[in-house]
Protein backbone atom coordinates (compact mmCIF):
# COMPACT_ATOMS: atom_id res chain seq x y z
CA UNK A 1 0.00 0.00 0.00
CA UNK A 2 2.76 2.31 0.97
CA UNK A 3 4.52 1.58 -2.47
CA UNK A 4 1.28 2.18 -4.54
CA UNK A 5 0.69 5.66 -3.13
CA UNK A 6 4.39 6.76 -2.85
CA UNK A 7 4.03 5.60 -7.00
CA UNK A 8 0.39 8.17 -7.22
CA UNK A 9 1.42 10.70 -5.31
CA UNK A 10 5.61 11.20 -5.45
CA UNK A 11 5.80 14.63 -4.69
CA UNK A 12 3.18 15.03 -1.85
CA UNK A 13 3.81 18.13 0.42
CA UNK A 14 2.99 19.69 2.74
CA UNK A 15 0.34 22.08 1.87
CA UNK A 16 0.38 24.68 4.66
CA UNK A 17 2.73 27.33 3.00
CA UNK A 18 5.90 28.30 5.19
CA UNK A 19 9.42 29.04 4.94
CA UNK A 20 10.81 28.12 8.38
CA UNK A 21 10.09 25.60 11.54
CA UNK A 22 8.27 28.37 13.42
CA UNK A 23 6.22 29.56 10.27
CA UNK A 24 4.57 25.79 10.03
CA UNK A 25 4.55 25.75 13.81
CA UNK A 26 2.38 28.79 13.54
CA UNK A 27 0.39 27.67 10.27
CA UNK A 28 -0.75 24.04 12.25
CA UNK A 29 -1.48 25.86 14.98
CA UNK A 30 -4.19 27.71 12.41
CA UNK A 31 -5.06 24.68 10.82
CA UNK A 32 -6.84 23.55 13.71
CA UNK A 33 -10.72 23.23 12.62
CA UNK A 34 -10.05 25.49 9.33
CA UNK A 35 -8.67 24.85 5.93
CA UNK A 36 -5.31 24.78 4.29
CA UNK A 37 -6.56 26.95 1.56
CA UNK A 38 -7.79 29.47 4.63
CA UNK A 39 -5.06 29.17 6.96
CA UNK A 40 -2.63 30.20 3.79
CA UNK A 41 -4.79 33.32 2.93
CA UNK A 42 -4.05 34.51 6.78
CA UNK A 43 -0.85 33.38 7.34
CA UNK A 44 0.92 35.69 4.86
CA UNK A 45 -0.36 38.94 7.27
CA UNK A 46 0.62 36.89 10.50
CA UNK A 47 3.89 36.39 9.19
CA UNK A 48 4.81 39.62 7.91
CA UNK A 49 3.61 41.83 11.35
CA UNK A 50 4.98 39.03 13.59
CA UNK A 51 7.84 37.27 11.69
CA UNK A 52 10.07 35.80 14.92
CA UNK A 53 8.60 34.31 17.84
CA UNK A 54 9.98 37.70 19.70
CA UNK A 55 7.66 39.43 17.57
CA UNK A 56 4.53 37.17 18.08
CA UNK A 57 5.34 37.29 21.98
CA UNK A 58 4.63 41.37 21.92
CA UNK A 59 2.30 40.93 20.13
CA UNK A 60 -1.12 43.23 20.56
CA UNK A 61 -3.56 40.55 21.80
CA UNK A 62 -6.86 42.13 19.69
CA UNK A 63 -4.92 43.10 16.67
CA UNK A 64 -3.49 39.37 16.45
CA UNK A 65 -7.20 37.89 17.28
CA UNK A 66 -8.19 40.70 14.40
CA UNK A 67 -5.55 38.74 11.83
CA UNK A 68 -6.56 34.97 13.06
CA UNK A 69 -9.97 35.28 12.81
CA UNK A 70 -11.07 33.99 9.64
CA UNK A 71 -8.91 30.94 10.99
CA UNK A 72 -11.95 30.44 13.42
CA UNK A 73 -11.94 30.06 17.01
CA UNK A 74 -9.75 33.38 16.80
CA UNK A 75 -9.31 33.62 20.75
CA UNK A 76 -8.13 30.73 21.55
CA UNK A 77 -5.96 30.40 18.83
CA UNK A 78 -4.37 34.20 19.46
CA UNK A 79 -4.13 32.87 22.68
CA UNK A 80 -2.05 29.24 22.04
CA UNK A 81 0.42 31.38 19.45
CA UNK A 82 1.32 34.10 21.69
CA UNK A 83 1.78 31.14 24.57
CA UNK A 84 4.00 29.31 21.84
CA UNK A 85 5.56 31.85 20.98
CA UNK A 86 6.63 32.81 24.47
CA UNK A 87 7.66 29.18 25.26
CA UNK A 88 9.82 29.52 22.62
CA UNK A 89 11.68 32.82 23.87
CA UNK A 90 11.60 31.55 27.59
CA UNK A 91 12.68 27.79 27.31
CA UNK A 92 14.29 27.36 23.59
CA UNK A 93 16.36 30.70 22.56
CA UNK A 94 13.37 30.77 20.29
CA UNK A 95 14.06 27.69 18.76
CA UNK A 96 11.74 25.56 17.46
CA UNK A 97 12.79 22.29 19.48
CA UNK A 98 12.49 18.91 18.15
CA UNK A 99 11.72 16.75 20.77
CA UNK A 100 8.06 15.28 20.91
CA UNK A 101 7.66 16.19 24.76
CA UNK A 102 9.07 19.80 24.64
CA UNK A 103 6.53 20.13 21.31
CA UNK A 104 3.30 18.95 22.93
CA UNK A 105 4.01 20.86 25.80
CA UNK A 106 4.18 24.13 23.78
CA UNK A 107 -0.18 26.15 24.13
CA UNK A 108 -1.54 24.89 21.13
CA UNK A 109 0.60 21.80 19.91
CA UNK A 110 -0.70 18.23 20.31
CA UNK A 111 0.41 15.53 18.85
CA UNK A 112 -0.63 16.21 15.05
CA UNK A 113 0.81 19.64 15.40
CA UNK A 114 3.78 18.21 16.75
CA UNK A 115 4.15 15.23 14.11
CA UNK A 116 3.77 17.81 11.06
CA UNK A 117 6.55 19.65 12.34
CA UNK A 118 9.07 17.30 13.32
CA UNK A 119 8.05 15.42 10.02
CA UNK A 120 7.65 18.66 7.37
CA UNK A 121 10.39 21.10 9.06
CA UNK A 122 12.53 19.25 11.10
CA UNK A 123 13.52 16.33 8.61
CA UNK A 124 12.23 13.84 12.00
CA UNK A 125 10.17 11.14 12.54
CA UNK A 126 6.75 11.71 12.68
CA UNK A 127 3.37 10.48 11.86
CA UNK A 128 0.27 12.77 11.88
CA UNK A 129 -2.66 11.74 11.99
CA UNK A 130 -5.59 13.92 10.87
CA UNK A 131 -9.34 12.41 10.42
CA UNK A 132 -8.41 11.36 6.61
CA UNK A 133 -5.06 9.23 8.26
CA UNK A 134 -8.00 8.18 10.83
CA UNK A 135 -10.41 7.18 8.15
CA UNK A 136 -8.44 5.43 5.73
CA UNK A 137 -6.34 3.63 8.57
CA UNK A 138 -9.12 2.03 9.42
CA UNK A 139 -10.74 1.11 5.67
CA UNK A 140 -7.10 -0.14 4.70
CA UNK A 141 -7.67 -2.35 7.62
CA UNK A 142 -4.03 -1.53 9.35
CA UNK A 143 -5.68 -0.54 13.21
CA UNK A 144 -9.08 -0.89 14.28
CA UNK A 145 -7.85 1.72 16.96
CA UNK A 146 -9.82 4.90 17.27
CA UNK A 147 -7.97 6.72 19.29
CA UNK A 148 -5.15 9.17 17.01
CA UNK A 149 -2.08 8.65 19.28
CA UNK A 150 -2.70 4.98 19.28
CA UNK A 151 -3.40 5.06 15.71
CA UNK A 152 -0.11 6.88 15.21
CA UNK A 153 1.82 3.99 17.56
CA UNK A 154 0.09 1.33 15.24
CA UNK A 155 1.13 2.76 11.90
CA UNK A 156 4.89 3.78 12.78
CA UNK A 157 6.43 0.14 12.85
CA UNK A 158 4.55 -0.34 9.27
CA UNK A 159 6.61 2.61 7.43
CA UNK A 160 10.40 2.96 8.06
CA UNK A 161 10.95 5.84 10.05
CA UNK A 162 12.13 8.59 7.61
CA UNK A 163 9.19 8.07 5.88
CA UNK A 164 6.14 8.22 8.35
CA UNK A 165 5.40 11.64 7.44
CA UNK A 166 5.53 11.21 3.19
CA UNK A 167 3.42 8.66 4.63
CA UNK A 168 1.01 10.29 5.77
CA UNK A 169 0.67 13.40 3.17
CA UNK A 170 0.15 10.72 0.89
CA UNK A 171 -2.92 9.38 2.86
CA UNK A 172 -4.40 12.57 3.11
CA UNK A 173 -4.14 13.47 -0.56
CA UNK A 174 -6.12 9.58 -1.51
CA UNK A 175 -8.44 10.82 1.43
CA UNK A 176 -9.23 13.95 -0.10
CA UNK A 177 -8.87 12.52 -3.73
CA UNK A 178 -10.19 9.23 -4.20
CA UNK A 179 -11.33 7.99 -0.58
CA UNK A 180 -14.10 10.39 0.66
CA UNK A 181 -15.66 10.46 3.62
CA UNK A 182 -19.12 10.02 2.34
CA UNK A 183 -18.41 8.25 -1.09
CA UNK A 184 -15.33 6.57 -1.38
CA UNK A 185 -14.83 5.92 -5.54
CA UNK A 186 -13.12 2.58 -5.35
CA UNK A 187 -13.37 1.77 -8.92
CA UNK A 188 -10.83 4.53 -9.66
CA UNK A 189 -8.90 3.34 -6.52
CA UNK A 190 -5.52 2.01 -7.07
CA UNK A 191 -5.52 0.25 -3.69
CA UNK A 192 -8.86 -1.59 -4.29
CA UNK A 193 -7.69 -4.89 -4.86
CA UNK A 194 -5.83 -5.29 -0.97
CA UNK A 195 -8.42 -3.02 0.44
CA UNK A 196 -10.88 -5.28 3.06
CA UNK A 197 -13.18 -2.39 2.55
CA UNK A 198 -13.23 -1.84 -1.17
CA UNK A 199 -17.21 -1.98 -2.99
CA UNK A 200 -15.63 -2.69 -6.43
Known sequence: MAERLA??????????VHANPFELLTATILSAQCTDV???????EVFRRWPTPEDLMA??????????RPTG??????KNLQGMATRLVEQHGGEVPGAMEELVALPGVGRKTANV??????GLPG???DTHVLRLSHRLGL????????????LNPLVPADE?????????????????AKKPRCGACALADVCPSSQV
Open 7 to 16: DLYPGAECEL
Open 38 to 44: KVNEVTP
Open 59 to 68: ADPEELEEVV
Open 73 to 78: FYRSKA
Open 117 to 122: VRSVAL
Open 127 to 129: LPV
Open 143 to 154: TTETDPVKVELA
Open 164 to 180: RGRFSLRLILHGRRVCG
